[in-house]
């Protein structure tokens, strides 16, 4: 199936206006902050590792993949490096559409550049907000008349992929809720329940942010609405949001990206076990790969490192009776993968100029 055009011509002025700085970046919290946060999680992830590892004689040694690295399977660690490189190429596209339907147009180089780097400092424990944060301070400089585009297509780009976990539990996760939420899970059936309610409220939101920014909306009541009425850079930011209703072939086509985006993802994990001899299925492992990624993505640990191990033990011996040891061993091999693109992202990180640039 052909893609749709990506195109704007039939944009209309109020696109083309500039917008005010109604979100600028920030320099976030104060350096010792930070240090204190990044200290707190590092204690949390060395607690865990250490309660993990102490649990087995086994693990420590014979069947710990960075101690014995030799014994992994090098075909299918070759292969996970290839689906996390996919999973990247593909969260490049999705943004990338986004940035052509603003107008932000930076070519795949850069935006692939852009995305490798973020994932270091996810890796690096600065978390996803530092990913944004480098992609803003990028294309503010690069466009600085567009900063409430520039908003929106991050912000636009996380709410897709949104779209697409919703899709991942529905298909993946709700259709094994018996097995995810039965004996020791730490998963209960009211959280899923929660999880898909803020969900279908956060989908609901964005639906409404688009029919509200429709100019015949806007021109008749933006003025009316108090949160609207005293703010005219708020206007203009809702405004701009019509582009993804004037285009929506293009927006549905970013939105469908992101589940083989997330399929790709998942599938470093079932590499990761074929890679460290861990018998599971891939229908097993999926199935625990969208509670696992959601609750991993919380800023608890340095990336996710002891939280996932406990998640994959308690979700993969309910759906599949996978071993503690094994367990772990997968989701250590799988997080060795992710670092192996994030060391590629931090030698892609010099190269990133963030000098002001007019010209394309």
Not at 263 to 268: A, D, G
Not at 308 to 321: C, F, H, K, P, V
Request: aromatic share 12%; net charge positive; charged share 15%.
């Amino acid at each position: 199936m052909a893609n749709p055009p990506i195109n704007s011509s039939d944009s209309s002025s109020e696109e083309d206006t500039a917008l005010p700085e109604v979100l600028p970046v920030t320099r976030g919290s104060s350096r010792a902050k930070a240090i204190v946060f990044f200290v707190v999680k590092a204690a949390i992830t060395v607690a865990l590792l250490s309660w993990l590892f102490g649990r087995s004689e086994q693990l420590n040694a014979e069947n710990n993949p960075f101690l014995r690295p030799g014994d992994l399977a090098l075909p299918w660690i070759a292969a996970g490096v290839g689906f996390c490189g996919l999973y990247l190429i593909l969260w490049t596209f999705r943004w990338m559409i986004f940035l052509h339907l603003l107008d932000l147009n930076i070519g795949f180089r850069r935006a692939f550049q852009l995305t490798v780097v973020g994932h270091f400092l996810s890796m690096a424990s600065f978390g996803g907000l530092a990913a944004d944060g480098l992609k803003a301070l990028y294309l503010i400089r690069r466009f600085p008349d567009k900063k409430g585009k520039v908003a929106i297509a991050i912000f636009a780009d996380h709410l897709s992929g949104l779209a697409a976990v919703g899709i991942a539990f529905a298909l993946l996760t709700w259709t094994r809720v018996d097995d995810i939420t039965g004996g020791d899970s730490p998963v209960s059936v009211w959280s899923l329940y929660v999880a898909s309610g803020l969900w279908v409220l956060t989908m609901l939101g964005l639906v409404l942010t688009v029919g509200m920014a429709h100019p015949t909306i806007m021109s008749r009541y933006g003025s009316k609405l108090g949160f609207l009425k005293r703010n005219e850079a708020l206007r203009n930011f809702v405004s701009a949001w019509d582009v993804f209703r004037r285009q929506w072939r293009s927006a549905l086509l970013a939105c469908g990206v992101g589940f083989p985006m997330l399929l790709s993802y998942y599938l470093i994990f079932f590499a990761a076990a074929r890679a460290a001899n861990v018998d599971v299925s891939a229908i097993d492992l999926l199935g625990a790969m969208p509670v696992v990624d959601t609750l991993t993505a919380l800023p608890v640990t340095v990336a996710g490192l002891g939280l996932r191990e406990t998640l994959m033990e308690s979700l993969l011996g309910a759906l599949a009776g996978v071993s503690f040891e094994d367990s772990v061993r997968l989701s250590l091999t799988g997080f060795g993968i992710l670092v192996i693109w994030g060391v590629l992202g931090a030698t892609a990180f010099p190269f990133l100029r963030l000098k002001k640039k007019t010209d394309s």
